[in-house]
């Protein structure tokens, strides 16, 4: 019988240590570059994503405060005599005072972020100005009126004087009856449930002299004022009606859009009067002739990536605010890139690690289409 041969000890070879430390030191190597590249990649992946996120809150941001001031003034801009009238109101013992203006900016301290306030009315189709037919004095619950068509019993209506000045402004008050005889049309409004708005015979809101004939009333149906701010990095939306019980009060903030960080807003103004605007400024006007100027209203709205950007900052430079070369802008700089474009910055190095983020600058024209068509 034959056996076979076994291979003898010395033939017998393994692995030696200096062997397999080489070869796990090239598998950490590899591991090490394929880890580099899966950071790499998710790194552009949530740098691409969080700009994604970016460019579609500063579109719909953009878009509802465009949608907001285009509506701005419906109802009340039927008669553009009336603009810049301060509106004196009462109710509970509370008084309180808004101007009669599509749009408000209120500017923000060094160039921190703008709120926009915008007035309009809730009706669905808003009637023509009612002309007030004999003298109202102060002590009178009732209007005398021309017409008596679209106005219905808890109607806001805001009472306009012929001449508008400092001891001559609109009221607000609510239509507690409505009525015809022999004399004419009648619109009473008096103090009680069904006239939240009306004065309390013990505190006046109306002019001394009260209204004159040739006054006239505006009905709006509701009346809601609405104030668009920045809340740290935060769009929010803040709303008074005031046909509801809580008139007086705002709402609530909502937030609406999240890493909004910066909104600017400039006065589109005509000082020529040649139909165009010509001038872009944060100035509220304080007359009627003023508010007239005002076309249109310019925003701007910045809007951050959701993306900490780990290591070296990745924004050197705040951006900034492109008006082009036409129009006079206050407070404007010859931009970096074209200096015979007028540029505003947009500040945002207020805000922790701003350099490690990046931005996007969203920005419109918007006209003040019930101011222009007196709608």
């Known amino acids: 019988m034959t056996y076979p041969l076994l291979p003898s000890r010395a033939s017998m070879r393994g692995v030696t240590l200096i062997e397999l430390m080489v070869g796990m030191t090239i598998g950490l190597i590899a591991v090490v570059i394929i880890t580099q590249v899966l950071?790499?990649?998710?790194?552009?992946?949530?740098?691409?994503?969080?700009?994604s996120d970016a460019q579609v809150n500063g579109a719909l941001a953009l878009y509802t405060l465009q949608r907001e001031i285009q509506m701005a003034g419906y109802g009340l801009t039927t008669a553009n005599t009336a603009l810049g009238c301060d509106i004196r109101a009462q109710r509970g013992g509370a008084n309180q005072t808004w101007t009669l203006a599509p749009v408000i900016i209120t500017d923000g301290t060094a160039g921190a972020p703008d709120s926009i306030s915008t007035l309009g009315a809730v009706k669905a189709s808003p009637a023509l100005p009612t002309k007030?037919?004999?003298?109202?004095?102060?002590?009178?619950?009732?209007?005398?009126?021309?017409?008596?068509?679209?106005?219905?019993?808890?109607?806001?209506?805001?009472?306009?004087?012929?001449?508008?000045?400092?001891?001559?402004?609109?009221?607000?008050?609510?239509?507690?009856?409505?009525t015809n005889d022999a004399a004419g049309n009648h619109v009473a409004h008096v103090t009680g449930t069904t006239g939240p708005w009306n004065q309390d015979p013990a505190s006046t809101i109306f002019p001394t002299g009260g209204y004159d004939a040739?006054?006239?009333?505006?009905?709006?149906?509701?009346?809601?004022?609405?104030?668009?701010s920045v809340d740290t990095t935060t769009l929010t939306l803040q709303a008074q009606a005031q046909n509801?019980?809580?008139?007086?009060?705002?709402?609530?903030?909502?937030?609406?859009?999240?890493?909004?960080?910066?909104?600017?807003?400039?006065?589109?103004?005509?000082?020529?009067?040649?139909?165009?605007?010509?001038?872009?400024?944060?100035?509220?006007?304080?007359?009627?002739?003023q508010w007239?100027?005002?076309?249109?209203?310019?925003?701007?709205?910045?809007a951050r990536s959701t993306q900490y950007?780990?290591?070296?900052?990745?924004?050197?430079?705040?951006?900034?605010?492109?008006?082009?070369?036409?129009?006079?802008?206050?407070?404007?700089?010859?931009?970096?890139?074209?200096?015979?474009?007028?540029?505003?910055?947009?500040k945002v190095n207020t805000l922790p690690d701003w350099d490690h983020y990046r931005y996007k600058v969203y920005d419109s024209v918007v006209p003040l289409r019930n101011v222009l068509w007196s709608s």
């Not at 400024?281 to 007359?287: A, L, M, R, W």
Request: charged residues 15%; contains cysteine.
């Open 244 to 289: 509801t019980q809580a008139g007086l009060a705002m709402s609530t903030a909502d937030s609406l859009y999240p890493q909004i960080v910066n909104l600017q807003a400039m006065y589109g103004k005509d000082t020529n009067g040649d139909g165009v605007v010509d001038t872009y400024d944060n100035v509220t006007p304080t007359t009627g002739a």
């Open 132 to 178: 007030v037919t004999e003298n109202h004095p102060t002590t009178s619950t009732e209007f005398l009126v021309s017409t008596r068509v679209g106005i219905a019993v808890g109607d806001v209506l805001i009472a306009v004087p012929s001449t508008i000045d400092a001891t001559h402004w609109c009221s607000l008050l609510n239509a507690t009856a409505v």
């Open 39 to 51: 950071f790499m990649a998710e790194g552009q992946k949530r740098t691409t994503s969080s700009g």
């Open 309 to 346: 950007e780990k290591g070296d900052p990745v924004t050197f430079t705040e951006p900034v605010w492109d008006f082009g070369s036409a129009p006079t802008v206050a407070g404007s700089v010859a931009c970096p890139s074209a200096t015979t474009n007028k540029c505003v910055t947009l």
């Open 292 to 302: 007239a100027q005002v076309l249109a209203v310019r925003i701007a709205v910045v």
């Open 214 to 228: 040739g006054s006239y009333l505006i009905n709006v149906g509701q009346l809601v004022r609405r104030v668009y």
